[in-house]
Every structure is written in structure tokens, then in C-alpha cells.
């Protein structure tokens, strides 16, 4: 049970995938934090993720926990954006035993997880193979 | 700051305890602790506990296991770092003792974690990542740690049959071990052939859900005849280290650099090197972990942690034994618990009273206990005293 | 002043059942399917995919077509009948992922399969209004047939968006034309989880006299006929009713094949004539005509005529194609797995 204030919270991220970038270094926080830890700055600007990168590991999850396991067996990645940016998320509309680390792949807007029949339901990024 | 020395410890046998809770269980460890060092009073306490609250709806720890003691005035402090928590009470408490605040300290860790079904454990201990970057996307902590593996085996050419050797060894050191939990021997075929949990990890590549405690009774190194009879164990270095929470933020995925980092301010404390050690308590947490750990700890060049059980090297009639107790694999996991047990374990070895897993002549030994996927971890080298 | 269509955008999930798979399953005469509704397979949302998720999609393709700002939308319009909340908007997510927030208007329709032309119909006609400069209308549905029912060999998941403006129009609205009677052909109550219908009582009284006075309605106005046109889409309930509507009002299948996705896609519902229209609009020519006449059950039809520009050239590649993810890497599921995606196991609750 996430609940809505936590989930509300995240929208500029799980739906526009906004990350902070450091004005003193350029390094890019996903999510964005309050204090660079390659420089010190504590000042940042909007920057919208790249949409695509690559597979830098994954691993396919077949004992899932509450909230995904009608989605079992199923792949979660570390995917490496195209600037540079990692970011851990599902792999969707894969087939398992296709999947390759490299693979190239696009992110697309899903739901993630709900709290359960009645809460409400969580929306964000997986990616696909693009 | 004090030299400190451990001079007792205690655990009991670890399982699915059905019979005790969570108060019993600690309580059990710590009256164990106790009588093996043989004092009569304790100045303050440490308990390490990952997550009282969501396994058995209690917080608080600290003041209720006092309480539990029967110490009821003294300091009682909860520590929490993940399945770190252990270790990190373990330090805690030989800073007391270092800094000469007190001079009997216990240092303990618990977690009862079979009063709540396989979902709710395994929720339980997937806060020990990222719950808004790694666990909403559906990553349980298997599956971390198979990203981790993934990676090693792509880059260092480990085979899912070196994994399994971990896991064999470590249930061949195990059944020796009265206390653990599941002290079957395992063939790395058996391994192999378990279901898979998140590829490539496999069930019985994976450390179990358990119940259990353990207890380090510590104090000051000069003043050890005070208090006891019993051959103390120095505690010759702690270091403590973090990295990023989220696996995805490492330089590198395939790597413990949190243990590195306190491994070589441990190795720096104590005035030793990784080659002096007789044996090591590491965190296997998963098969892949330990290749990962004596890696990190220098055992091995990085990317040979892989041949390291196939070879024989980290047996217990290795050059280099790791996890003698069975490690977490075998003996068990009760995440708050597990970094004392490293600590019963090596006092144990170091005063020569463990049977038939014993280690010859053993001078120097490590413990290595660490959280989530090694955003935290705590190193600590201990060694005999005549 | 024209006002049109100047971004569109369509979305396709990757999971397909075939006709035969479900007919297995109920002892049912595939051949009846294939041939009396000329359905082959049908389009299968997986669990993380919904109205909103597929709506998001379409919009993002949409937008990359159009070239805008996504705050420039003046309003969104989702027309759907599957929601996923029965309270609680789907165009407010919509609209936040895609970045039009918070200065937009923002409604959720339903009228059956009609609900997204509804969309399109008021998003466009705010702009002509001069009430706001780009509004984005969207058709999209996740539709649910009962177990073993007639609809559950048709009833698909996909979504379309358009954004209607006044500059840069890609495709001219030239007319538009409505028909409404209240005929109870097919609903579905609060609380229900699977819809109902009046078997062939469907088909004269409701689909064809609507759909097809709509049509002729929307010559008339217009001063057309059939040869005006280079392209023609109807909502696709199944792969024959398009088909017949058309010949009744004159059409050719050479005009209708190309927006004509039901054989393979199903019956998209809200997304049904407006993803024939987005297939229509990738392989649409300067200067063509397109006809199309939407249904929804209760019942009504929309009707418009689009007047293809020189623009459509400039963003036909620029976002992906309709017919191009339809017959792309589709996954087949069996039987078991759609019963599962679509949430037609009873499961233990907590
Ligand atoms: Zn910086």
C-alpha cells in the first residue's frame, strides 16, 4: 500500500521523468536531490530524462512480491539512458529468454503497481525493445 | 580509546522457532551471552534489529529488551542498518566500551520473522532498498542481487555452477554447526536444479527466512581478569561504510565497494593485510554475495570470487575458509541477528571450541556483515589472545 | 477559418489472442467468427496497460506530430468505457504526463464505442469556438467481454489521439454530422463487470440505422458523394458491419480497407473509428478526402469529413504507425494467460 501522498509526490518523475541537473557540474540526479554529491552545488535545473538507452543488467523475477504477481515471471532491468543516467525498471512485453544485456530499448508509460482492488493505481516508466 | 575484547556469546539454535517470540528468542541469546562471559551486570545494551515493526508489530526495542533482561534502568539502544543492524550494535557497543563511557557492554541482534507470511517477509525486507527507484518497479531483493550476478558472470565469465559451489560449501559447513538451520548437505547440482527466484539466482542459492538472536558480551581489554575467566578475543579493528542506496546509482554494479572501503580501514586499524587471516565470516546472503564479499575483502583478485568455493580455496580445509558457521545460506538469516553470529562464530574458532568445523591454529579473523545490496557495511578483525 | 486535425497519434499493445483460442475454450464454431464476422484475432492489453497508460501513448505521438508544446492544450477529452476509475479521472493523468497541466480543461465521456469521436467532436469544436488554440481529443478502451459471450471474440485494447487546432492543420474538418435515438442495444449497469447486449437487435435497429443515416446525413450537408471521397471509416464492431454499412451508403472496399482493423485488431471500442482514422491519416495524400461515421450503442453516431493538407507529408513517419504496431511483433497469448491479463480468474482476496 503506497497510498496517494507518496504517490502524488513522485508524479514530476514516474510521469514526466524530470531529473535535477547540477549547475555547478552537470551531473544529472534521478530523482533530483538537494545537494550534488560530485560538487557541492546546491543548485539545479529541470532536465527531462533521455528516452532511451540500453540494458546494463536485468534479471527476470519469477517469485514476485504483493502487487506484481500477476505479472510473474517478468524482467527488471538497470537500463542505462542515453545521457548517461541509470535507472532500475520493468522490461515489459518481453520474452524472458530473448532478453540480452546491450539490447537496446525505449521507455513507455504503464502502470506499475495498485494498492490492491479498491486503492489507487500507480503509473510510471518501464521500458520495451525498441 | 580502549583496545576492547569479547568474553562471551551466546545464540541459540535457529530455525522457524513456532514456540518463541521475538522477546523470548533475543532474551534466550543475550542470558546465553551472558553466563558465557560470566558477569554479573551489563551497563548498556545495543540490539540490532532490521525491522521489529513490520515482522512483529513492535518498536521500541531497546527499552522492552531491557526490560525483558531484567536490566530494566539500563541504556538500551535499538540499531537499525538493514541486515546490517548486527553488526553495526556490535559496534556501537565497542565504541561504548572504547570510549570508556562503559565497561560492560552487550552487543546483540534479533529478528523474528515467521509471524508474518512469505509476502509480508519478503515486503519486510525489500525497505532495505530504494521502495520509490528499486522497489516500486516490482525488484524484490533476489532479484538486486541476480542484476549484481548478471553482471559478474557476463564480465568475469562466472558459471552458475561456481554459485552453486557457495551454497554446497556453505551447507557443508553448516551440518556441522548445531545451530543451524538447515544443516542438510547440498550438491551444487541440487542447487542448480532448484526453481528459480530471479534468474540467474535460484531458491537454494538464496539465504532463508528465519527466526533466531545472538549476543557478544564486551569489555575493556585490560580489564578482562576483572570480570572473567574466560580467554578473551580482541577486537583488533571495526570500520563501518556506506555507498548509494540504490543498486542502479553504483559505478559499478558488480562490486561491494562499501566492503572494500571498510575493509581497508580495518586492515589499516588492525595492522594486518587479507593474506593473515585464518578464516572469514562473510555475508552470504545470496551464492553471488559471498563471491562478491571476499572479493571486497581482497581474499581474491576481483572477478576469481567465482572459483574461489569451486577450487576448494574458501572450504574449511581451505587455504582461506569462509563462513565455517555455514554463513547465512545454512545456518540462517534473521537479518537483525546475523553480524553477531559472525562474531559467536569467530569467538568460538578463536577459543577453540567448535568441534568439528574447527579451524587449526586460527589467529586473525574477519567478520563482514552487510545491508541491502551493500549500501552499508561493517567489517570487523578479530584476534586471538593467548 | 480551418480548424482540424493537427497532431494524431495511435496506440497498438503487443499481445493478440486468436479467434480459434477462444473458441477452443467454449466449444464454440471458430469459422462462424472468421468468416460470419470476418474477426481473425484480437488485441490483448497486458496487466500494466489501461485507458490512461494507452491515452498517455497516443497523446505523446500526438504531440510529436504536431510539433507543440504540450501547454498549449487548452483541454483534454478521453472517451472511453473503461475508465479505470469509476471515479476519479483518467484525463487528469493524461494530462500531467504529458505536461499539459494545470491550465486545461479536462473531461472524461462515455457513450459506448462512440465516446471518443464525442472527444474529438467537442475538442474540436472549442477551438473553433476561439475558446483555445490546440484541444486534444482521445478514444481508448480496454473493453471486457463476458467469458464465452459473442463480444469476447472482439472486444480489443487500443487508443488514438488528436490534437485539434487552427494552424498547421493536417487534416481539415469540413463537416461534421450527428445521430441519436435511444436505442438499448448494449450497456452495461453500475457495478457490473461485464457488459450486455440485445444479440441481433444490435445489428438493424441500432448499428446500421444509425451509422447509416449518419452517413447520409453527413452527405447531404455536405453535397458529396461516395466518389468525393478517396478514404471512408466506420466503426468496426467486427470486421462485417464496417463493410456493409459502407456498401449501403456507397462506399467501396477499396476505400474502406485501409482504416478497416477490425480482422485483425478486434473492436477497439471508443478507440474503434479513430484508430481507422489515424491508419487512414498515415498513408493519407495532399488534398484527400476522408469520410468517417463512429458508433456508439444507446445509441449515436458521429459523422466527419477531413480535408487532408500538404502538411501530413512532414509527420506521417514522425511518430510510429498505426497499421505498422498493429502487424508488428505481435505476441500471441493462449487462453490461460488472457484469462489472467484480464482479470477473469476469481483470485483470493485479502
Ligand atoms: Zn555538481
Redesign the interface.
Known amino acids: 500500500m503506497i497510498g496517494s501522498p507518496r504517490s502524488w509526490r513522485e508524479k514530476p518523475q514516474r510521469y514526466r521523468y524530470e531529473a535535477g541537473k547540477c549547475s555547478g557540474c552537470s551531473k544529472i540526479f534521478f530523482p533530483p536531490r538537494l545537494v550534488c554529491d560530485a560538487c557541492g552545488s546546491k543548485t539545479f535545473e529541470t532536465q527531462v530524462l533521455a528516452q532511451t538507452g540500453v540494458v546494463e543488467t536485468f534479471t527476470i523475477i519469477e517469485v514476485a512480491p504483493s502487487g506484481f504477481t500477476d505479472e510473474a515471471p517478468y524482467a527488471v532491468g538497470i537500463i542505462k539512458l542515453d545521457d548517461g543516467v541509470k535507472v532500475t525498471a520493468q522490461i515489459a512485453d518481453c520474452k524472458p529468454e530473448e532478453l540480452k544485456l546491450g539490447d537496446k530499448v525505449r521507455l513507455e508509460f504503464r502502470k506499475v503497481t495498485e494498492d490492491g482492488a479498491s486503492g489507487i493505481l500507480h503509473y510510471g516508466y518501464k521500458f520495451v525493445l525498441a | 580509546m580502549r583496545d576492547v575484547a569479547v568474553i562471551g556469546v551466546g545464540m541459540n539454535k535457529w530455525g522457524e522457532l513456532w514456540n518463541d517470540s521475538h522477546r523470548t528468542i533475543w532474551t534466550d541469546a543475550a542470558l546465553k551471552a551472558i553466563e558465557d562471559a560470566g558477569v554479573d551486570r551489563v551497563d548498556s545494551m545495543y540490539v540490532g534489529c532490521m525491522s521489529g515493526g513490520l515482522f512483529v508489530g513492535q518498536e521500541h526495542l531497546g527499552a522492552m529488551l531491557a526490560d525483558q533482561l531484567g536490566m530494566g534502568p539500563i541504556p538500551g539502544t535499538r540499531v537499525e542498518s538493514a541486515c546490517a543492524s548486527g553488526g553495526l550494535a556490535f559496534r556501537l557497543a565497542y565504541m561504548e566500551v572504547a570510549s570508556g563511557m562503559s565497561d560492560i557492554v552487550l552487543a546483540s541482534g534479533v529478528e523474528k520473522m515467521t509471524d508474518v507470511d512469505g ?1 509480508a517477509a ?2 519486510a525486507l ?1 525497505t532495505a532498498a530504494d521502495q ?9 531483493f ?3 542481487y ?3 550476478a ?2 559478474h558472470m ?1 564480465r568475469y565469465g562466472t558459471t552458475q555452477k561456481q554459485l552453486a559451489e557457495v551454497a554446497a560449501k556453505n551447507h557443508a559447513n553448516g551440518s556441522l554447526n548445531p545451530n543451524a538451520q538447515f544443516p542438510m548437505k547440498v550438491t551444487a547440482e541440487q542447487v542448480m536444479n532448484s ?7 535460484r531458491l537454494l542459492d538464496c539465504s532463508p527466512i528465519t527466526d533466531g538472536a545472538a549476543a557478544a558480551i564486551l569489555v575493556p581489554l585490560d580489564k578482562v581478569k576483572e570480570f572473567t575467566k574466560n580467554t578473551p578475543v580482541r577486537i583488533a579493528a571495526s570500520a563501518h561504510a556506506t555507498d548509494t542506496m ?4 553504483r559505478g559499478d ?1 558488480a562490486a561491494i565497494e562499501s566492503t572494500a572501503r571498510a575493509a581497508e580501514k580495518a586492515y589499516a586499524q588492525a595492522g594486518i593485510g587479507p593474506k593473515d587471516l585464518s578464516f572469514c565470516e562473510v555475508h552470504d546472503c545470496f551464492t553471488i554475495s559471498e563471491i562478491m564479499a571476499i572479493e571486497a575483502l581482497g581474499l581474491v583478485e576481483k572477478g576469481q570470487g567465482g572459483a574461489a568455493a569451486e577450487s576448494g580455496l574458501t572450504a574449511l580445509s581451505g587455504k582461506m575458509p569462509v563462513n565455517p558457521s555455514g554463513g547465512l545460506k545454512s545456518k540462517g538469516h534473521p537479518v537483525g541477528a546475523t553480524g553477531v553470529a559472525q562474531v559467536y562464530e569467530i569467538v568460538n574458532q578463536l577459543r577453540g571450541n567448535s568441534d568439528k568445523r574447527q579451524i587449526k591454529d586460527a589467529h586473525w579473523a574477519l567478520a563482514q556483515n552487510m545491508g541491502g545490496t551493500g549500501a552499508s557495511s561493517l567489517v570487523h578483525i578479530f584476534e586471538r589472545l593467548s | 477559418m480551418d480548424v482540424g486535425i493537427v497532431g494524431y497519434g495511435a496506440y497498438v499493445p503487443r499481445h493478440r489472442i486468436k479467434v480459434e483460442e477462444i473458441a477452443k475454450v467454449w466449444g464454440a464454431d471458430a469459422p462462424t467468427y472468421k468468416k460470419g464476422l470476418m474477426l481473425g484475432e484480437k488485441s490483448v492489453p497486458s496487466p500494466d496497460q489501461d485507458v490512461i497508460t494507452m491515452s498517455v501513448e497516443a497523446a505523446r505521438h500526438a504531440l510529436t506530430r504536431s510539433g507543440i508544446d504540450a501547454n498549449k492544450i487548452g483541454a483534454i477529452y478521453i472517451g472511453s468505457e473503461s475508465h479505470p476509475y469509476a471515479v476519479k479521472p483518467s484525463g487528469t493523468i493524461v494530462a500531467d504526463a504529458i505536461g499539459a497541466t494545470p491550465n486545461i480543461h479536462c473531461a472524461d465521456m462515455e457513450f459506448a464505442c462512440k465516446a471518443g469521436t464525442e472527444g474529438m467532436f467537442v475538442a474540436m469544436s472549442l477551438v473553433k469556438a476561439g475558446e483555445m488554440d490546440y484541444a486534444l481529443g482521445i478514444g481508448a478502451d480496454t473493453s471486457q467481454g463476458a467469458p464465452g459471450d459473442a463480444l469476447e471474440y472482439s472486444a480489443a485494447a487500443g487508443a488514438a489521439a488528436f490534437i485539434m487546432g487552427k494552424e498547421k492543420v493536417l487534416a481539415v474538418c469540413e463537416h461534421t454530422h450527428a445521430h441519436m435515438t435511444d436505442t438499448p442495444d448494449f450497456w452495461r449497469r453500475e457495478y457490473q463487470h461485464y457488459p450486455r447486449h440485445a444479440g441481433r437487435f444490435t445489428g438493424e435497429p441500432a448499428y446500421f440505422d444509425h451509422v447509416v443515416p449518419c452517413g447520409r446525413g453527413l452527405l447531404e450537408k455536405s453535397g458529396t458523394t461516395p466518389k468525393d471521397f478517396q478514404w471512408a471509416v466506420f466503426h468496426q464492431p467486427n470486421g462485417k458491419f464496417p463493410m456493409r454499412a459502407g456498401k449501403k451508403l456507397g462506399f467501396s472496399t477499396e476505400q474502406m480497407k485501409q482504416g478497416w482493423l477490425a480482422p485483425i485488431l478486434g473492436n477497439t471500442y471508443s478507440g474503434s473509428s479513430p484508430m481507422g482514422l489515424s491508419a487512414v491519416l498515415d498513408v493519407a495524400k495532399p488534398g484527400d478526402r476522408i469520410f468517417m461515421v463512429s458508433y456508439g450503442s444507446g445509441s449515436g453516431s458521429d459523422g466527419f469529413i477531413f480535408r487532408v493538407t500538404d502538411e501530413i507529408a512532414k509527420v506521417q513517419k514522425a511518430a510510429p504507425q498505426t497499421r505498422e504496431q498493429l502487424e508488428d511483433n505481435p505476441i500471441y497469448i493462449d487462453y490461460g494467460t488472457y484469462a489472467k491479463y484480464r482479470g477473469k480468474i476469481r483470485m483470493l482476496e485479502d
Do not use: K, N, W
Not at chain 2, 195 to 201: E, I, R, T
Not at chain 2, 246 to 249: E, P, Q, S, T, Y
Open positions: 509476502a519478503t515486503y525489500s520509490e527507484y528499486e522497489c516500486f518497479h516490482g525488484i524484490t533476489p532479484g538486486l541476480a542484476m549484481m548478471r553482471v557476463s526453481p528459480a527466484v530471479a534468474d540467474p539466482l540504490a543498486l542502479h546509482d554494479i
